[in-house]
């Protein structure tokens, strides 16, 4: 047995089992729920480099940590990638290999793969010298090669009904520059996702553009200058990006308004609070009233809710609407609003 073999075995050794699915559904239309393995595989990005915790802070650990909370099982991450890894090593140094025998391996035990996700290309053009012709052939490279990836991973898992959601992560530019000017980084990684998608696409696969989770964001997100990989931030924007991109979790968490209560305000300065949950976790909870956005509604430990205090004192005497918003790590948002009742005359609110 090949090292990467044993590794793909002990990986698929903590899965959980659940029963084999009935045959047919088109990649591109599926809605099935999610496995309970997560395949990654690619080069640094799927291996976590960035991170100061690759195997828990990388973007694929995390997706398998919301794989766990929205199924409400013990999801497993089978992790193949290789740092530096090309289009074309990927085909012939093995990983290609090995993600084939982790996909027939978790048929044969009856595992639920899915999904399989995937970052490639960027080493590529990182590899190319800087002439116009050399990554032209770079770009054209990848194209031909990804063509071969996608074809065999996309074999490998049929003829399952419910076959692995692909996810393809196109490269983001650390750079900042301008995408349309010719030559410049921002413009050869408007390219090169172009490559991607075209055949992320031909196989009815999932692309997820990276750029414009990083675009505006790269001193955050990216350990630039010194390195071009994500940052802790970074992967946690990654993974929520993948996690929107796989359709997983369609539902909006929910939300429910602990204080104040409907009517009449016993005091010009209540307590708002509200118990926010959702699955796989929530991204951001604001507040406003009467339209009017108030801002975050931080989470409060003590109270076990997200809380703050509302200064009524400059509201004029009647009816008011809370509103509270939540979004979960898909986008999906959730809300609930309360009409309340100021009573007495606005009164301005004491210097602070």
Request: proline share 9%; net charge negative; charged share 20%.
């Amino acid at each position: 047995m090949t090292r990467l073999r044993a590794a793909v075995m002990r990986s698929l050794a903590v899965g959980l089992l659940v029963a084999l699915l009935p045959v047919g559904a088109s990649r591109e239309s599926q809605t099935s729920p999610p496995g309970n393995v997560h395949l990654a595989l690619g080069d640094s990005l799927a291996a976590g480099i960035g991170a100061s915790d690759p195997g828990a802070r990388g973007y694929a650990a995390l997706v398998t940590g919301y794989l766990s909370a929205q199924t409400e099982q013990n999801a497993a991450l089978i992790n193949l990638a290789v740092p530096g890894e090309t289009t074309a090593s990927f085909l012939a140094g093995g990983q290609l290999d090995g993600a084939e025998a982790a996909i027939a391996d978790a048929r044969a035990a009856g595992r639920r793969l899915d999904p399989i996700t995937l970052s490639l290309g960027a080493n590529d053009l990182l590899a190319a010298p800087a002439t116009h012709d050399d990554r032209e052939r770079a770009l054209a490279g990848v194209a031909e090669n990804l063509r071969r990836v996608l074809a065999a991973l996309v074999a490998a898992t049929e003829p399952d009904d419910r076959a692995p959601r692909i996810l393809v992560l196109a490269p983001y530019d650390p750079t900042g520059t301008d995408p349309a000017l010719p030559n410049t980084d921002a413009w050869w990684t408007a390219r090169l996702e172009a490559a991607i998608a075209a055949e992320t696409a031909a196989v009815g696969a999932t692309l997820v553009p990276l750029d414009p989770v990083v675009r505006g964001r790269e001193a955050d997100l990216t350990h630039r200058p010194a390195d071009i990989h994500p940052t802790n931030a970074g992967h946690a924007a990654i993974a929520a990006a993948v996690w929107t991109a796989s359709g997983f979790d369609p539902d909006p968490p929910s939300v429910r308004f602990d204080r104040p209560d409907p009517g009449a305000l016993s005091r010009r300065t209540p307590t708002i609070a509200a118990i926010v949950a959702d699955p796989a976790g929530i991204a951001a909870v604001t507040w406003s009233v009467d339209g009017d956005l108030q801002g975050p509604l931080p989470f409060v430990p003590a109270l076990g809710a997200h809380a703050t205090v509302w200064d009524t004192r400059s509201l004029p005497h009647g009816l008011h609407t809370l509103e509270i918003r939540a979004t979960d790590l898909a986008g999906n948002v959730g809300s609930a609003s309360l009409p309340v009742e100021v009573l007495g005359p606005a009164t301005p609110a004491p210097p602070d």
